[in-house]
């Protein structure tokens, strides 16, 4: 049937030709088409079914090499990106290695840094051996000081003690030997203390000589000086300041010639005034006892108005009457009318006592017996 | 009884005479009453129960200066019995009274009215709060500026009892100005002045740094190291107790009094004294060592160790050994150089024994066992180690045992005079429960050791030996 239409197909000139002759081969066309529609027919199934076999295993080889090529692609791909994830993973490894050598380097050098400023710090100023060393040094140092100081100071306080307690002694001795000075050994009658059988005197005897009797002034001055501060309720024994005592005269060279012992020309110049009463007065005492008396009598006194004779002391003043007296409620009678109670039956004459003295003559002239005649105006 | 009876009686005759006309009765009345209630504690509660104290105090203000010395020596007389007599004296208004008597001209009357006010202070801190609300302490500081010697006295000692109970009594008593004169008058040669003054710093300076402080700002140092020299053991004692309350503070101030060479003049006055005047010195040093190893090494080179063993041996008092091994306890325990000291001369033999003696209080062998402890803990020194083997109980045992074992790894001198000194043996012969310290450290001993030598030292050697020659079958 194809060859027939190509063959008709093909003679495009002789096309009227061609189309007369199709028009007269058609019904053998029919009946090859049918001849050969029943063959195609019979083998259709076969023919489709071996049809299909064949595309789908030639599609399937397509698939799969699109498949195979789509593998390939995505190997390709997956094998650069897994090697370029592992680079980046490899760096990655690669720089913290690195981060981690020269950590520890840097590490490593601090120590080696932090090594030297602990020790030379803690060496200097935690605990430096040799400024303890010498610390120590230096403590002991001045324990020897310290230690010899007081020795000093504790020997010398013993030395002072010694001392004042010697002194103490000495004068408690010479003390009684002033209270005993009649125990004094005479030309004729040897001392006790002086006894002839001894080869020399005893020392007291010789302090007995020295010493000046003592006079009672010097036992009162002594008991005035006794001050009793401590509790005298329970206290046993008193306690006195210590009494100064005068500085000695400074060691001169001794003067030429038979001059007399300088302590006892002091004694006589120096010698305490002992003057009489008449010369202890003073040369006013009997105006300063005349002031006296009369401060006293002015102290004593009420008032200093002194008191006038009668006639001339109501001359000048007016009487100042007692507020009492002159009170709004009227003046009360007494002390103007009457001053004392009267009692008219025990009168012995009728009249009262005379309140108003008459004046006396003679005293009226007093100051005026003489004539006005010398006076001048 | 009767007696008391007789006595009360007495009582009752005195009190009408105090009332008397006559003014030298009354005085010679109110110190019979004075002298009976001094002498006996119970005659002091007759004079309370008598309601004496009213009628005294009313007239303590008003008469002579004779009335006021004898109603304060009444009043002191009673209230330095008991607590509960002060305070009577204290409610019946005295106070007052006496305060103003601290105002007057007199002396003696000062002197009486101080010494009152001191003794109901004495008690406790109550009774110093009365007397300080009275406002006494101004007057008394006045009172010690007098120049009479007995008043300063008794002003000083009033100030010490009154400072002694509490930080804030003391306080009052510095910002009254004392400190100054107190430390003025720590020259002057009088020796119970100076006991007191002495006294009344250290209570001041016992409560606080800052206390402390003030104190030693008022320049005490050095001269407080010449009153360490002085003839009289109370003033002495005092001076080491005002050092020793200055020192126990902080190391700073510790440092200053060790710069002033008070270490050396504590050692010289422990050297010099004997009994209870040496306690307070003793713990001095101990409280210096305790604050840091230098001050303790300080106490070591100022001859302080030796000084103190010889207290240890000498001193018969319990409580003064105790301070004592207290003291080398906390010099020794710092470092093995501060043991070392402690151990060349040979004290640690007699601290174990005062702590094996069972004569001692409990209080000295708690303190022995302890300085023990702490020496040992740092003790390398051998020789002194060594007689400790043989003697101490297991206790103590262990921390030789531990410091041998320390030593002996690394130092092979010392472990040949180990073995020849019977040190080896002697460990041997311990026995130790398995898996204890003492075991662990008695085997790193015989871990220095080879092993011929371990188990020829073990006890029954010998005959294991002798067991070996009888078993022995002679080769023939």
């Known amino acids: ?17 061609a189309w007369a002759g199709v028009r007269t081969g058609v019904p053998e066309l029919l009946q090859e088409c049918f001849h050969s529609s ?82 030379y710090y803690i060496r200097k100023y935690i605990h430096n051996y040799y400024k303890l060393k010498k610390y120590l040094e230096a403590v002991s140092l001045n324990n020897e000081i310290v230690r010899k100081e007081l020795e000093q100071f504790a020997e010398t306080k013993e030395k002072e003690k010694e001392k004042k307690d010697l002194e103490r002694k000495e004068k408690k001795k010479d003390h009684q030997a002033r209270k005993m000075h009649y125990l004094l050994s005479t030309e004729q009658i040897p001392g006790v203390f002086n006894s002839p059988f001894r080869p020399s005197p ?152 005379e309140t108003v003295l008459p004046p006396i003559e003679l005293f009226d002239r007093c100051g005026k017996t003489y004539s006005r005649a010398g006076q001048i105006v | 009884m009767s007696q008391r009876q007789v006595l009360q009686g007495v009582m009752s005759l005195l009190r009408p005479l105090l009332l008397d006309v006559v003014p030298t009765i009354q005085q010679t009345a109110a110190l019979a009453l004075g002298r009976l209630a001094n002498y006996n504690d119970d005659l002091a509660e007759a004079v309370v129960k008598g309601d004496i104290l009213p009628q005294l105090v009313y007239s303590l203000a008003e008469q002579n200066r ?132 002495l006294s009344a710093l250290s209570q001041i300076a016992k409560h606080s740094v800052d206390l402390a402080e003030m104190v030693v700002e008022a320049e005490i140092f050095p001269v407080v190291l010449t009153c360490l020299k002085d003839s009289d053991e109370y003033v002495k004692k005092n001076a080491a107790t005002l050092i020793r309350e200055i020192a126990k503070h902080t190391p700073e101030l510790s440092q200053l009094i060790v710069n002033a060479g008070g270490i050396a003049a504590v050692i010289d006055c422990i050297g010099n004294c004997k009994g209870n005047v040496r306690l307070p010195g003793i713990m001095m040093l101990g409280y210096v060592a305790a604050h840091s190893e230098n001050l303790a090494m300080a106490v070591i080179i100022s001859k302080g160790v030796p000084q103190l063993s010889i207290c240890l041996s000498e001193e018969q008092e319990d409580h003064i050994k105790a301070a004592a091994a207290w003291a080398l306890g906390q010099i020794g325990r710092h470092t093995p150089e501060h043991a070392r000291a402690i151990a060349v001369i040979n004290v640690l033999p007699v601290l174990l024994s005062l702590y ?83 075991q662990e450290y008695i085997n790193t001993i015989n871990n220095c050791y080879p092993e011929e030598i371990v188990r020829y030292y073990s006890p029954g050697y010998s005959e294991a030996l002798l067991e070996r020659v009888e078993n022995y079958q002679p080769v023939l």
């Not at chain 1, 049937?1 to 030709?17: F, K, L, Q």
């Not at chain 2, 607590?83 to 007199?106: H, K, N, R, S, W």
Request: charged share 25%.
């Open chain 1, 202 to 353: 005893d020392p007291m005897e010789l302090r007995l000589q020295k010493a000046k009797p003592l006079s009672h002034r010097h036992q009162q001055i002594k008991e005035n000086l006794t001050k009793e501060t401590s509790d005298f309720p329970t206290c046993t024994s008193s306690w006195t300041f210590p009494m100064v005592q005068p500085l000695p005269p400074i060691a001169r060279q001794k003067p030429q010639g038979p001059f007399r012992d300088t302590a006892e020309v002091l004694l006589q110049r120096y010698k305490p005034l002992e003057p009489t009463l008449r010369a202890a007065t003073s040369i006013n005492s009997l105006e300063k006892a005349r002031e006296e008396m009369k401060r006293e009598e002015w102290r004593n006194r009420i008032h200093d108005n002194e008191f006038l004779p009668f006639s001339s002391c109501q001359k000048n003043q007016k009487y100042d009457p007692l507020i009492q007296s002159s009170s709004k409620y009227g003046q009360i009678t007494y002390g103007t009318k009457h001053f004392r109670e009267e009692h008219h039956e025990k009168w012995v004459a009728n009249k009262d006592f």
């Open chain 2, 66 to 197: 004779f009335y006021k010395k004898a109603a304060a020596f009444v009043l002191r007389a009673v209230g330095k019995h008991s607590p509960q007599l002060a305070q009577a004296i204290v409610d019946c208004g005295a106070l007052d009274t006496l305060v103003i008597c601290l105002e007057d001209f007199d002396p003696g009357v000062k002197e009486a009215a101080a010494w009152a006010l001191g003794y109901i202070a004495r008690h406790n801190s109550e009774l110093s709060q009365a007397v300080v609300d009275a406002g006494a302490v101004p007057l008394l500081v006045l009172c010690i500026l007098e120049p009479e010697i007995a008043l300063k006295r008794i002003a000083a000692s009033a100030l010490s009892d009154i400072s002694k109970h509490s930080p804030e009594l003391a306080q009052t008593v510095v910002d009254a100005g004392a400190i100054a004169h107190l430390a003025q008058m720590i020259l002057n040669p009088d020796a119970k002045l100076k006991r007191q003054v």
């Open chain 2, 356 to 438: 094996m003696e069972t004569e001692s209080s409990e209080d000295l062998q708690v303190k022995a066992k302890k300085a023990l402890k702490n020496i040992l803990q740092k003790c390398t020194y051998l020789p002194a180690l060594e007689p400790l083997l043989h003697d101490a109980p297991p206790n103590i045992l262990k921390y030789v045992i531990g410091q041998f074992s320390k030593v002996l790894p690394h130092d092979s001198k010392a472990r040949r005079l180990f073995v020849t000194s019977g040190g080896l043996k002697k460990v041997q012969e311990i026995k130790a429960e398995p898996g204890s310290l003492l």
């Open chain 1, 1 to 17: 049937m194809v060859t027939a239409c190509t063959r008709a197909g093909g003679g495009g000139a002789g096309s009227m030709a």
């Open chain 1, 38 to 119: 029943r063959f195609v027919g019979q083998y259709r199934k076969t023919e489709h079914a071996a049809a299909v076999k064949i595309q789908s295993w030639f599609r399937g080889c397509r698939v799969r090499a699109y498949i195979r090529y789509l593998n390939k692609m995505m190997i390709v791909i997956q094998k650069w990106w897994r090697g370029y994830q592992g680079r980046k993973h490899f760096r990655k490894m690669l720089k913290t290695a690195y981060f981690i050598m020269k950590m520890n380097f840097y590490n490593e050098m601090a120590v080696r840094i932090q090594k030297r400023w602990r020790g």
